[in-house]
């Protein structure tokens, strides 16, 4: 899993795989969830992402159980 924030763009985009993406879904206004083509997902990429997190240059990863 990655995380990567394009500061140009303000795009916070975290990745599942390395798998191409086949489709994309817009699931809320500036939302986006990438697809491989067996429906599986990809990544997850969130526009304007100053104003819906904290700090998207910063990533914490925390590890349960």
């Not at 969830?33 to 990809?42: I, K, Q």
């Amino acid at each position: 899993m990655k995380a990567v924030y394009d500061y140009n763009t303000d795009t916070l985009t975290v990745i599942f795989s390395e798998a191409a993406v086949a489709e994309s879904d817009e699931d809320k206004e500036g939302v986006i969830l990438d697809y491989d083509a067996c429906g599986n997902l990809v990544s997850v990429e969130l526009l304007d992402a100053s104003r819906r997190v904290s700090d998207p240059r910063s990533v914490t990863l925390e590890l349960a159980g």
